[in-house]
């Protein structure tokens, strides 16, 4: 079965049931959709254009400073409110909104990595979310993600819980961070962490699986297995996706249910093959790029620059 055949999709952006739905095709047939980071209009169509030229789904997301830098970095984004931040993720979500439709593919909007300190973004979009679902039946966003990793466990699983369950009657879906992501995003640097810290357990997994379910089935896991953001060196980053399935028999042990956990592969960027390979089949419905797009994105800048140098020096 074609994504196209999953009930409800479409070109544009999709959410609620029909975006669930994706995942779970892309979960059945071993491929991820693949995640963004955007933070102009430019990297925006970008993305879209690709999506277009393969026929495949995309996900664009907005992490807190892209999105700051989205609405313009001269406007202030005083910390405990993060106005700014907010109102570059809403007007991305809405130019997504508009253009989607026109490359014929379907989209997912999504925000990355919320930490604590980040909340009033998180709750500024939930409230975004809110006013589009009662004006037209569906939230802004597809899905949005939580990143408590830095937290004690119970705390990020009880805040995860309070804010899945804000979320659950509007359908729209929750990523959570359990165990942490190595490199810095966003202002949190897990640069010099533990080793150890870089691997989730099966038993972190399923807690997180056992306080979430009840509230609604429409959430994924960034589970840790030695990934790090940013583009590292072979040797440096020990991957390890096996895991990942090590976390799907433990809870199918306790569920009875087939591979009943849905996860998020972070840090994709320089990954290999046989490891991307590895987190398909055990699970991962979505796949974070981010440096590989920058680079490529400032590349071309430069590479245009220096075969039109002559030119554009002489204007």
């Not at 253009?99 to 990595?113: E, T, W």
């Not at 939230?139 to 939580?146: D, R």
């Not at 699986?209 to 940013?230: C, D, K, Q």
Request: charged content about 20%; aromatic content about 10%.
């Amino acid at each position: 079965m074609s994504f196209w055949d999953v009930p409800g999709i479409k070109a544009g952006v999709v959410t609620g049931d029909a975006a669930w739905a994706l995942l779970q095709h892309a979960k059945t047939n071993g491929y991820a959709i693949p995640a963004f980071n955007c933070t102009s209009s430019s990297t925006i169509n970008s993305v879209l254009e690709a999506g277009a030229k393969l026929n495949r789904p995309v996900m664009i997301q907005f992490s807190e400073g892209g999105a700051a830098f989205m609405a313009g970095k001269s406007l202030p984004n005083d910390k405990g409110k993060l106005q700014a931040s907010i109102l570059g993720a809403v007007a991305g979500a809405h130019l997504v909104r508009a253009v989607a439709p026109a490359y014929g593919i379907p989209v997912l909007v999504h925000s990355d990595h919320c930490a604590k300190k980040l909340l009033p973004w998180f709750d500024g979009m939930l409230e975004a979310d809110e006013a589009f679902f009662k004006a037209h039946g569906e939230p802004l966003f597809s899905s949005h993600m939580l990143d408590l990793s830095e937290e004690p466990d119970e705390e990020n699983i009880e805040i995860c819980k309070k804010y899945l369950t804000r979320m659950a009657p509007m359908k729209c879906i929750l990523e959570m961070e359990i165990g942490i992501t190595g490199g810095v995003e966003d202002g949190v640097d897990n640069s010099g962490a533990a080793k150890e810290k870089l691997y989730s357990t099966p038993e972190d997994v399923f807690a997180v699986y056992e306080g979430l379910s009840p509230i609604s089935p429409m959430f994924t896991i960034a589970a840790a297995f030695g990934n790090v953001h940013g583009v590292y060196k072979a040797g440096n980053v020990v991957l390890k996706p096996e895991l990942l399935q090590e976390m799907q028999d433990y809870a199918k042990s306790k569920t009875g249910k087939d591979r009943p956990l849905n996860f998020v592969f972070h840090g994709g960027s320089g990954s290999e093959k046989h490891h991307i390979a590895t987190a398909l089949a055990a699970g991962v419905v979505k796949m974070n790029v981010d440096t590989d797009t920058q680079w490529a994105y400032w590349e071309g800048l430069l590479k245009f620059y220096k075969a039109k140098e002559g030119y554009l020096q002489g204007q």
